[in-house]
């Protein structure tokens, strides 16, 4: 089974692009972040056409998360126990979905993005990772055996080799202490990074400006954390880089793991 996940950054905007990219890659399942939709407005039916089955959760044109399946969508969850709200009138934002696909329990993830480290944003952020290091320890605790992968934008580049220079990040949100020690803490939790071993050096993400992709002056920040079950089925992982390239692509690539 092939699982992968890709920050779309507007599907109504690249539905085109992520058909076409389905078809020729050979995915079982694709989860999405930045979906910029309602759920009315997710264009489904374009990937019902092509044999896969769509479950979206998305409140405005802004975040939005999907997971789109050809080898079933059961159980969808529509956020995660215990996740924070935002917002003067709190509410949960469309940031996480989750379901069983092919025996596998997805979980497609925006992270909140932190803006600057004296924003109040940031702290919904920290707070975040920490509600789902939490959970996803309890998930484990109770079925130490589940399979599932906990995939997506997460926002934080947990290593200085997964940013192209660290100077540049000075000050700057994604590779701050508190956010590395958040997301060190969903590793603790048992979960682990299935595609770094397969990607060293690896970016997953390059600015629309300043040329960036081009000047090969990029970020990893999408991942797949695997539980102890399915980090034993994981084969091989890879970033599709050409997929950043061309027309109206995302700023992100999307990033593959397959299983045996």
Known sequence: MRIATWNVNSMRAR???????????????????????????????????IGYQVA??????WNGVALISRVGIEDVQHGFPGMPTWGDEPVAEARAIGAICGGVR????????GRTLDDPHLQYKLQWLKALRSVGQDWLTAQPDAQIALVGD???????????????????????????????GVLEAGFADVVRPHTEGAFTYWDYTQL??????????????????????????????EERKGKGASDHAPVIVELT
């Open 15 to 49: 539905v085109d692009r992520a058909v076409a990219w389905l078809e020729r890659s050979d995915i079982d399942v694709l989860a999405v972040q930045e979906t910029k939709c309602k759920d009315e407005q997710f264009p489904t039916a374009r990937f019902e056409e």
């Open 56 to 61: 979206h959760l998305g409140h405005s044109q």
């Open 106 to 113: 997805v979980w497609s993830l925006y992270v909140p993005n």
């Open 154 to 184: 997460w926002n934080v580049a947990p290593q200085d080799d997964d940013v192209w220079d660290m100077a540049a990040f000075e000050g700057s949100t994604h590779v701050s202490g508190p956010e590395r020690e958040a997301f060190q």
């Open 212 to 241: 960036r992709f081009p000047k090969k002056q990029g970020m990893r920040i999408d991942f797949v954390l695997a539980s102890p079950a399915l980090q034993s089925r994981v084969k091989t992982a890879a970033i599709d880089r």
